[in-house]
């Protein structure tokens, strides 16, 4: 079964360096999309993308934040200079379509842990 | 107001009874409801989908929907120790941005 691939599974790193979060989403879907989930807090909408172009970004996507579909395959986020507040779960996600209800599911990587120090 | 509520405190079931998970939301303009299972320190796995006011129904899990009421449960049926997660309540509005908006969660302990 097809499934959204997210690399590292854990990542250390010192305030105030960049970090990249990798993913694969599935071959034939067309929507992106970053969530993180601080520790017991719910899940935040980051950012969309489709189209190679942000659609919505949330009020959490500030400068520090970008993302970038690279090539064919990965999608990543890149966290410019990592806060203490940046550690978090963050889960990519991927969907088939935005707008056709029944092919708007999104589905969820297995996550990256990030852990400011 | 939240745009995804889900108030409930933990909630203790027996084993092979039912479950049920309540979440209201506030964005009228809301079409598409979701209920996503997650494990601890897991990622949000999807349960159910479900577009239009009424029921349906996939395997033991059974999702409602009552758009004029901005309410959305699941039920959960003969509930198995398996079944002891956190249910995440998520809505969107089938914009072009296809954003979802999550509640905190029900957490449920399945007691065997």
């Known amino acids: 079964e097809p499934e959204v691939t997210q690399t590292p599974s854990h990542q250390v790193t010192q305030m105030g360096q960049e970090v990249i979060l990798r993913c694969v989403p599935i071959?034939?879907?067309?929507?992106f999309y970053w969530y993180r989930q601080i520790l017991g807090q719910k899940v935040e909408f980051l950012v969309s993308?489709?189209?190679?172009?942000?659609?919505?970004k949330s009020e959490i996507f500030d400068d520090q934040f970008s993302v970038e579909r690279p090539d064919g395959s990965n999608f990543t986020l890149k966290i410019r200079s990592t806060k203490l507040e940046d550690s978090a779960m963050y889960f990519c996600?991927?969907?088939?379509?935005?707008?056709?209800?029944?092919?708007?599911?999104?589905?969820f990587g297995a996550g990256t842990r990030l852990s400011v120090l | 107001q939240k745009e995804v509520e889900q108030n409930s405190g933990p909630l203790s079931v027996p084993e092979g009874a039912i479950a049920s998970l309540n979440c209201t939301y506030s964005?009228?303009?809301?079409?598409?409801f979701f209920w996503y299972r997650q494990y601890s320190g897991k990622s949000p796995e999807l349960i159910m989908s479900?577009?239009?006011?009424g029921d349906k129904e996939d395997g033991r899990f059974t999702a409602q929907l009552n758009k004029a009421s901005q309410y959305v449960s699941l039920l959960i049926r003969d509930s198995q120790p398996s079944d002891s997660a956190t249910y995440l309540c998520?809505?969107?509005?089938?914009?072009?941005?296809?954003?979802?908006?999550f509640g905190k969660g029900n957490q449920v302990v399945v007691i065997p």
């Open positions: 964005d009228r303009g809301s079409q598409s």
């Open positions: 071959s034939n879907h067309l929507y």
């Open positions: 998520a809505v969107n509005k089938l914009e072009g941005n296809n954003r979802l908006a």
């Open positions: 996600a991927s969907s088939e379509q935005g707008v056709v209800v029944t092919k708007n599911i999104q589905y």
């Open positions: 993308f489709y189209n190679n172009e942000i659609s919505e």
């Open positions: 479900i577009y239009s006011n």
